[in-house]
């Protein structure tokens, strides 16, 4: 009788051919393309480190996460993807557009102090300041609103050798903050500002992947109009990608450097 070969487990479940994952595309501008979840077509107008925006013949632009197998390309499920580039080199200058100060340690802390106004602006400033405010030992803190100002800058007691420097968003004649800005001032203490709603409209909109800063309805929410506008579900969301989209100085507006480069300056002095 002839054995019988039983190498193979007869009850392992037959192999099975794993489909190829969807193939790569490069986005670049005007790609039309349609999103499966949703089945919204529209053209690249923008993109961002995890997202692009697409606008339809209509006129109307969406923001998309860019998942893999999200989008059909000529009827074919494809993965969109940010160009690649070539690794930069190692930069000479911090994000600010400040020399790098080779081998140069975090100084200790000084007294002086730079308040701005929430978390996304404090974020912001590390985000281009922070190896300049390290090197200068500035620590940067976030009021919660400006609201609070007065009461920070009693209990600051600032003198000689004690400086406050503060950041207000919205710093504009006849404003709330142009009030209270003008009440707390003095020798040791300054105040700057920029002339945006939020810290977000500081950032480039064609950093960001969009053509301009939507304009949000007189009583409504700005934020919460942005992410409407944009087709964005939660203000979280797209701030994440606001900020992810800022790599140095350049990402920003005037009106926010020369305010932050001028309370830099004075904490220092």
């Known amino acids: 009788m002839r054995s019988r070969d039983y190498s193979r487990d007869v009850l392992a479940p037959a192999a099975r051919t794993r489909p ?10 005007d790609l039309v393309v349609e ?6 077509c529209g053209a690249v107008v923008g993109a961002e480190h995890s997202a692009v925006t697409l606008e339809d013949r209509h006129g109307a632009r969406r923001v998309f996460p860019l998942e893999p197998g999200a989008f059909l390309l000529e009827g074919r499920r ?12 190692a930069s000479s200058r911090t994000a600010s ?8 340690r ?24 922070g190896d300049d405010l390290r090197i200068e030992g500035v ?19 600032a003198g000689p050798g004690r400086r406050l420097g503060v950041l207000v968003d919205h710093l504009v004649p006849g404003s709330k903050e142009s009030r209270i800005a003008a009440a707390v001032v003095g020798e040791h203490v300054l105040v700057t500002g920029h002339p945006y709603i939020d810290i977000w409209q500081a950032v480039k909109p064609a950093s960001i992947g969009i053509r301009a800063w939507p304009t949000v309805p007189r009583g409504e929410p700005w934020k919460e109009g942005v992410c409407r506008a944009l087709g964005v579900a939660e203000p979280g969301d ?8 800022v790599d140095s100085y350049t990402d920003l507006e005037v009106g926010l ?4 480069e001028r309370l830099i300056d004075f904490v220092t002095a």
């Open 78 to 89: 494809v993965t969109l993807v940010r160009p690649r580039r070539a690794a930069p080199a």
């Open 139 to 157: 620590v940067v803190e976030s009021l919660d609103g400006v609201d609070e100002l007065p009461a920070v800058v009693e209990t600051f007691r």
């Open 257 to 260: 450097l020369g305010a932050v």
């Open 35 to 40: 999103e499966v979840a949703t089945g919204f």
């Open 106 to 129: 975090a100084r200790v802390a000084r007294a002086s102090r730079i308040y701005v106004e929430g978390v996304h602006d404090a974020a912001l400033v590390e985000r281009v300041w």
């Open 238 to 245: 797209l701030w994440r990608r606001v900020l992810a989209s």
């Open 20 to 29: 190829a994952p969807p193939p790569e595309v490069e986005l670049e501008p």
């Open 97 to 104: 557009g400040s020399l790098v100060v080779a081998g140069h």
